[in-house]
């Protein structure tokens, strides 16, 4: 996600340090006919121009027909199971994907066409210029951030996602009653988010520290592997206040 501007005092991260890395990895062929084919559908271009995003896509339709009354903005999809997977559990809510890797782009998007998806759009765009540019304050009804890089070693700690003044842009998006859904598997990193997130005064821990991990969200198959292999996983989901 391409960061802001030094000079702005509420930036996340300066714009000489990256939150994620773009990777090079080979699109199959499936996945190179879903862009094709499918992304003039769903991929939504990247707009500093349209500064409400969510009203913008208040006309689609979901699976039954009727208009979504509820958004929720998911930021570093990976290859979209997850995404996918909810936004079947909830077709009255219009899933926002934000992710640079193009193959991840593809295998949502074959998902999407596979389960007859209604309701999923994305933008191939860094999701902090997408924050900040396209998505109004208070239209936001959820956020997930599912496992995003840890960036284990100390020097590229400035690197990772989850930080104050990202948070705090991430909060007046949300709706009031609308929750911010993290999930990792590294330790050090789900305890930096727990005290990022509870310093956020507009947040509330919907838990006693971390939280269950909610039904929606699926397990992955690293995640079943760590798990196996005795490893941890946690949630936090805090609601805006």
């Not at 936001?140 to 951030?145: N, P, T, V």
Request: aromatic share 8%; proline share 8%; glycine share 8%.
């Amino acid at each position: 996600m391409t960061p802001p501007e030094d000079s702005d005092a509420h930036v996340a991260h300066p714009r000489a340090v990256r939150s994620f890395v773009t990777r090079a990895g080979r699109m199959t062929v499936g996945q190179a006919r879903a862009l094709s084919e499918l992304g003039p559908r769903y991929v939504l271009p990247y707009d500093s121009n349209t500064p409400d995003l969510i009203a913008a896509c208040a006309h689609l339709a979901g699976a039954g027909g009727q208009n979504h009354f509820k958004t929720v903005l998911e930021i570093g999809f990976g290859m979209g199971q997850a995404t996918a997977h909810i936004a079947a559990l909830k077709p009255d809510t219009l899933f926002i994907g934000c992710e640079v890797h193009e193959p991840g782009v593809g295998a949502l998007l074959k998902l999407v066409d596979a389960l007859q998806l209604a309701n999923v759009r994305i933008l191939q765009h860094d999701a902090v210029e997408v924050l900040r540019h396209m998505i109004a304050p208070g239209t936001l009804d959820g956020i997930h951030i599912f496992f995003p890089d840890p960036w284990p070693k100390k020097r590229h700690h400035k690197r990772r996602l989850i930080q104050p003044a990202f948070v705090h842009e991430l909060a007046l998006r949300l709706a009031p009653g609308g929750y911010l859904h993290c999930a990792t598997d590294w330790q050090p990193y789900a305890e930096q988010m727990l005290a990022v997130l509870s310093g956020e005064p507009l947040l509330a821990n919907t838990a006693d520290g971390y939280a269950p991990r909610p039904d929606y969200r699926p397990l992955t198959k690293f995640e079943l592997r760590g798990l196996r292999l005795g490893h941890g996983v946690w949630d936090l989901v805090f609601r805006k206040q």
